[in-house]
């Protein structure tokens, strides 16, 4: 007897159906499964035929054989247990096909037959709806998750005697799920409680404004990292297609702790300087996403950015470019979403007070070996580069009102409003994705300002990456100012966020 159910297995974020197919035959009494299998998914086997014992049904003494097609895909995790499950059950006529039809299975069977959450369950339901299937049978701790997505009919059960009872009889009954494990409140953080640092905050005021790469590099106790994680404060909310495909990242990771809502709030990812060239970019033996991806249309910040390791750091340059990771393993190629903001601070030197050399210890052999550990082509893909100055004691004990997180969150908005009125019909929404042949296009210059610039690229010893990021963040700059065009005013701003290049990369002692 031949039987088929669908399931599906996750490839980067987005999930591919595979067929189940199973055939009982007379012949040797065997069970082999074939498709490309990793070990875990071969030990499924012995799963399924000790589940389906404990839950009353032995297996025929024939020869059965389990395929997962398309055979040329790598199958990996458990997350194929119950679909072979009921497969079998088809196989052995204790199931009608027509009950089967236009559902997915997915889960993990325990030995007692009870069933066990999986990974990925929301880009499961989410792309199989595109792919036509509207009923799903997962994990009742995974039921949550699933319906998540609109239009998707998501039935949760706790074993496999409860699959079997709803194939045979068709009925449906709505279990309660004990409450799932929300998401702690984090402490809100406010630019209001920052004092000085002007100029540190109107920079990155303008990075959150045109999503542009900041690194902010000064003394110890200066404010880059008070500042830094207060970024994430003024960034508007996400938009319905952001926060999906960001939670469908969070549900590959197993991350997606509250299970009523999508992840609504844009991440603030801040991981270790000890943090591996895996972890950062994602990988492992089975390929998931990094801190990178984890990051998506939110804030990555590395803090004591010249601590990192440099292969490490080396990662950050191409999915900065094009916005997303691709992962080549053994195993198989990935490819994760990597929108970031990126956001980078670093002491001067050693000691922390280069370049006053009353105070700094540094030797002119170590100050290149400590900026060394950061490339030139890294530092070209900041978009903003600014020198936290030390905080004096009347700013840091001054009685001014600051601005809120809010007021500035409000401007912010509207520069992003702006910008997407004006990308409505590319396939970029920022600033800072502008591509390289479409600068003329988003970032004309008036003859003034090309006679201007064309000095300072001559003067400044400029890339052309590096000439590119000033006219982007002029352009920002320039909408934060309700400005048609990009003026002279504009273009001076921009170019100081790039001055500290020469003074330590370029004029060291």
Not at 12 to 40: C, K, Q
Not at 437 to 452: D, I, S, T, V, W
């Amino acid at each position: 007897m031949y039987s088929t159910v669908m399931t599906s297995i996750l490839n980067g974020i987005h999930a591919v159906l595979v067929r189940v197919e199973v055939d009982i035959s007379t012949g040797l009494p065997g069970f082999d499964m074939v498709g490309y299998l990793s070990s875990e998914v071969r030990e499924a086997k012995e799963r399924v035929r000790t589940a389906l014992h404990n839950c009353g049904i032995v297996l025929p003494a024939k020869k059965i054989t389990v395929n997962l097609s398309p055979a040329d895909i790598r199958k990996t995790g458990t997350g194929f247990d119950l679909a072979i499950a009921v497969a079998l059950l088809m196989a052995m006529e204790l199931i009608d096909p027509e009950s089967c039809e236009n559902i997915l299975f997915t889960g993990e069977l325990n030995l007692s037959g009870q069933l066990l959450p999986v990974k990925g369950v929301l880009p499961m339901v989410a792309d199989g709806i595109v792919g036509g299937i509207q009923k799903y049978c997962v994990p009742l701790a995974n039921q949550h998750e699933g319906r998540l997505v609109h239009g998707a009919q998501v039935m949760g059960f706790a074993s496999l005697p409860e699959v079997l009872t709803y194939l045979r009889e068709g009925k449906y009954v709505e279990k309660p799920v004990a409450a799932f494990g929300k998401r702690k409140e984090k402490k809100s953080l406010d630019f209001s409680e920052v004092n000085g640092q002007q100029f540190l905050k109107r920079a990155a005021e303008i990075a959150a404004s045109g999503m542009h790469n900041m690194l902010m590099v000064g003394p110890p106790g200066a404010g880059k990292t008070m500042i830094s994680e207060r970024i994430s404060s003024i960034l508007p909310p996400l938009l319905e297609e952001e926060r999906l495909e960001l939670s469908k990242v969070y549900s590959v990771c197993g991350l997606l702790s509250d299970a009523d809502t999508l992840i609504c709030e844009r991440p603030f990812r801040s991981p270790h300087h000890s943090i591996s060239r895996a972890g950062l970019a994602g990988g492992g033996i089975h390929l998931r996403p990094g801190e990178i991806s984890l990051a998506h249309h939110g804030v990555l910040f590395l803090d004591e950015l010249s601590e990192f390791s440099k292969t490490t750091l080396e990662i950050l340059r191409q999915p900065m470019e094009e916005q997303e990771i691709h992962l080549s393993r053994a195993s198989g190629n990935v490819v994760y979403p990597a929108s970031f903001l990126l956001l980078a601070s670093m002491n001067p030197c050693n000691c922390g007070y280069y370049p006053d050399m009353q105070r700094c210890r540094c030797t002119a052999a170590s100050l290149h070996r400590y900026f060394d550990r950061i490339s030139q082509p890294l530092i070209d893909r900041m978009d903003i580069c600014v020198e936290a100055p030390e905080v004096s004691y009347a700013e840091l004990t001054g009685n001014g009102a600051n601005e809120s997180s809010e007021e500035i969150r409000m401007r912010v908005k509207e520069c992003h409003e702006i910008q997407m009125r004006r990308f409505a019909d590319e396939s970029f929404c920022h600033n800072s994705r502008i591509p390289a042949a479409r600068m003329k296009e988003f970032c004309r210059l008036g003859e003034k300002e090309q006679c201007y610039m064309e000095g300072i690229f001559n003067k400044m010893s400029l890339t052309a990456r590096t000439y590119h990021k000033i006219l982007r963040v002029a352009r920002t700059i320039a909408d934060m100012d309700h400005a048609k065009d990009i003026r002279m005013r504009h273009l001076n701003e921009a170019i100081c966020y790039r001055s500290i290049d020469e003074k330590f990369w370029g004029g060291m002692v």
